[in-house]
């Protein structure tokens, strides 16, 4: 056990107490992590507050530079930092391996980006003797709260255009992944100026709730669940905080009347089961047009009973644990519930026999559901793939904006009438056509309504760590004539 990391120098727990963090896989215990104060959050808010005012005025290209090199030292620690995110998290290796290569991207993305914007300069009403400026500047220590199914990659869209912008940032990590998010600041961010990032390890009470109520953190940057997205805005209100909020989702995915059955049967497994189905926007909701629906469901249970569970360590593996027991049971929940309405089970709706340990559940496919039940209304978050046929396209679309999330959607179609209308209608942040879950370091990532209020990746991800001031500058101290007296 190391500690927080504040001042680029490691501090212990001040009470002692620890948080155990557990390999998913194994339910071993895999380290140790002090479980944060009040008074730690505080040392490590005091750290970025002393080090803002240097590293805002430092100049954008050093930044720039800065940061290259800490996506170079990600890349010269991959395996290392690939292994320990794997035993910590449970997803495969390869998904995990695929999590880095955008860490290091992003890094280096918003390194570039940094470097070259800083505003804009207006037509100023008198041309002769005024100049108009937009200027766009940080706002200081900026609180990050990171989730754990993407300890790292959900991290990097955070840290990397708040640093780029000039802010410094406080991170508090998951209390279930602590460990590859303090590898990663050890190993790849101790260059940076002291106190420019810091690491407080430990739960939402007290340390989450110490960043988010603390007067010298203006920006709290938060993935996470809806319930705890309200908690924060409420806990910020009083001071006006910018809250940079990516919440829940409950995404949909389309099966057009004209797709190719065996291709997007392999599509949807993916995009529904990729980390056990415990990403924000895996595919929750399945719509499939009637005329489909019995060869369409034999494809798809046919290509998700090939699908290999076992530890994300082990090459062969496809599909890994769920992160922990609590995430398991709810998601059993949600599977018992839809039983109990009418679904009908096609495959998968138990733990697998074959493990003795671990926090593992197999691919589950459900017919017969529909808007009633907690597995087409709440997030799951994990591999079930509920199925519910339409009738016109018109309904699927209806359909897919019957939830109070609006992160993705996904369309299977070749029929361009159809996707136009698809990405016109349907109240989603990030809209996929055929290619589910793929992302764009410059296209922004975020959702509609209660999924949250952020953009992260692109120009909008680094404006979120910007506030934008006005200057009217008059060259002259003549006087004008509107002055008084009139």
């Excluded at 809806?226 to 990516?246: C, D, F, M, N, V």
Aim: charged share 20%; with cysteine.
């Amino acid at each position: 056990m190391k500690g927080h990391w504040i001042n680029n120098e490691w501090f212990g727990a001040d009470t002692g107490q620890v948080i155990e963090v557990h390999n998913p896989a194994t339910e071993e215990v895999l380290d140790l992590v002090p479980a944060g104060t009040e008074a730690d959050t505080y040392r490590a808010v005091e750290a970025a507050k002393s080090a803002f005012e240097s590293w805002r005025k430092t100049a954008a290209v050093e930044r720039a530079n800065l940061l290259h090199e800490a996506s170079a030292k990600i890349r010269a620690n991959w395996e290392q930092l690939v292994e320990l995110l794997t035993l910590e998290e449970g997803k495969p290796i390869s998904e995990n391996e695929e999590e880095m290569e955008w860490v290091a991207g992003t890094v280096d993305y918003y390194a570039e980006l940094g470097r070259h914007y800083r505003g804009r300069v207006l037509p100023s009403p008198e041309p002769e003797n005024q100049l108009n400026m937009v200027l766009k500047e940080p706002y200081g220590v900026v609180g990050c709260i990171s989730p754990w199914n993407y300890p790292l990659l959900l991290l990097s869209w955070k840290i990397a255009p708040a640093l780029a912008a000039g802010n410094s940032v406080v991170i508090k990590p998951s209390e279930m992944t602590p460990l590859s998010t303090l590898l990663l600041v050890e190993k790849c961010f101790d260059h940076l100026p002291p106190g420019v990032v810091n690491v407080v390890t430990g739960y939402g009470l007290p340390v989450g709730e110490a960043l988010v109520k603390h007067p010298h953190v203006p920006v709290i940057a938060f993935t996470g669940s809806l319930q705890t997205g309200q908690r924060i805005s409420q806990q910020a209100a009083p001071l006006i905080k910018h809250l940079h909020l990516e919440l829940g989702g409950k995404d949909a995915f389309v099966v057009g009347p004209d797709i190719d059955i065996e291709k997007s049967a392999r599509a949807l497994a993916y995009s529904a089961l990729i980390n056990c189905g415990q990403v924000c926007t895996s595919t929750e909701r399945v719509y499939v047009a009637e005329n489909l629906i019995s060869e369409f469901t034999e494809a798809l249970v046919a290509e998700v009973n090939k699908l290999r569970l076992g530890p994300g360590i082990e090459p062969t593996t496809d599909i890994g644990p769920m992160i922990g027991d609590k995430y398991r049971v709810k998601f059993e929940s949600h599977i018992q519930d839809a039983q109990s309405r009418g679904a009908k089970l096609l495959t998968g709706g138990r733990r697998p026999p074959q493990f003795d340990r671990g926090f593992y559940y197999e691919p589950t496919v459900l017919t017969s559901v529909d808007h009633n039940m907690l597995i087409m209304s709440e997030e799951t978050f994990g591999p079930a793939i509920p199925l519910m046929t339409y009738k016109t396209f018109t309904e699927a679309i209806q359909l897919v904006n019957d939830s109070k999330y609006g992160l993705g959607a996904v369309l299977r179609s070749n029929d361009a009438r159809l996707i136009k209308t698809f990405f016109e209608e349907v109240r989603a942040g990030t809209i996929w056509i055929n290619d589910p879950l793929t992302d764009n370091y410059a296209g922004p990532f975020g959702g509609m309504k209660m999924s949250g209020n952020a953009r992260e990746l692109g120009a909008e991800g680094l404006d979120s760590f910007l506030e934008t001031k006005h200057v009217h500058w008059d060259f002259s101290q003549d006087t004008k004539d509107w002055w008084y007296p009139y």
